[in-house]
């Protein structure tokens, strides 16, 4: 039986170019650490399709070399189905998540283990990420997690996957990833916070997000967004009672800002326009500036 790993560090990919898969694979070999840790590729293309092909023979060192555990789905099956696979076929105390355009830093298994060893009553810690898009580094508040508890968290929680260091035991209690086409992390994070689990934010930056115009695992159509944020709103709406009547308002005014802004990125007038009814509806409930300058930015984009 071999020895039980550390960490187990879960990429799951689709029709991913050679360039990133590589960066997001070698800069988790290239850890500096001494925790024992596994490094997991699932393909999520479908055995026997063109990128499934491509993918196989762009990783066939890393498989024979035993750097990498990889595993290929019959056919395409999702973001967290991808996630939760990797999971089971992991052999770790902890569990890591790399999206397969994003690296890790140098440093990302050594601090977050650290963390966790040394503070066992947490289930999971966060840590913030640099950003790029273009070559130009990106600074923003939401480089940064927040989570607190569940109200907290529904009305200004801020986390993407690769922030994450968790128990594997923790992460089986919830039942992993639900089934969602989006925000499959902030869907996560929800169900998490529910059901009790506690989690640290580490304000170190530890992993880099690439912005760029690439698909990831999932669509991103305005249409699989709209159904996401219709079945967070109806998750969260179980638990309106956790919610004072401020905190309930702050949270719709979130909702019609985040709706709104599907329709204003885009580069068409006629679907950037409609997003004008959701700021709308969000300045009527808060009567910030903000949401009324988006009114304007959605007929007039600056």
Request: proline share 1%.
């Amino acid at each position: 039986m071999n020895k039980k790993n550390k960490a187990s560090i879960i990429i799951t990919t689709y029709d991913r170019s050679g360039f990133f898969l590589n960066r997001a694979i070698n800069s988790v070999l290239n850890q500096k650490t001494l925790y024992t840790y596994e490094l997991i590729v699932v393909d999520d293309n479908g055995i026997g399709t063109h990128a499934q092909k491509h993918t196989q023979i762009l990783l066939q060192e890393y498989i024979e070399n035993k750097q990498i555990k990889y595993i290929a789905h019959k056919e395409n099956l999702g973001a967290c189905k991808a996630r939760n696979n990797g999971v089971e076929n992991s052999n770790a105390d902890f569990i890591f998540f790399l999206d397969d355009d994003d690296e890790f830093l140098p440093n990302k298994i050594q601090v977050q283990l650290d963390f966790m060893l040394e503070n066992n009553h947490f289930d999971g810690c966060l840590s913030a990420f640099k950003r790029y898009e273009n070559d130009s580094e990106i600074i923003a508040k939401s480089n940064y997690p927040v989570i607190g508890d569940f109200v907290n968290f529904s009305i200004q929680g801020n986390f993407f996957t690769p922030m994450l260091c968790i128990k594997k035991e923790s992460l089986k209690k919830i039942g992993g990833f639900k089934e969602i086409d989006r925000f499959q992390d902030r869907y996560l994070m929800l169900h998490a916070l529910i059901n009790g689990l506690t989690f640290k934010c580490i304000n170190e930056p530890l992993y880099i997000m690439f912005e760029h115009n690439g698909d990831r695992i999932t669509n991103k159509n305005k249409i699989k967004t709209i159904k996401s944020l219709n079945k967070i709103k109806g998750f969260i709406e179980n638990y309106k009672n956790k919610f004072s009547d401020l905190e309930w308002n702050d949270y719709l005014t979130k909702d019609q800002r985040n709706r709104g802004i599907v329709y204003y990125v885009s580069k068409k007038y006629f679907i950037r326009v409609k997003g004008f009814k959701f700021f709308f509806k969000a300045f009527f409930l808060k009567k910030e500036m903000r949401d009324l300058k988006m009114m304007i930015k959605c007929i007039i984009k600056f």
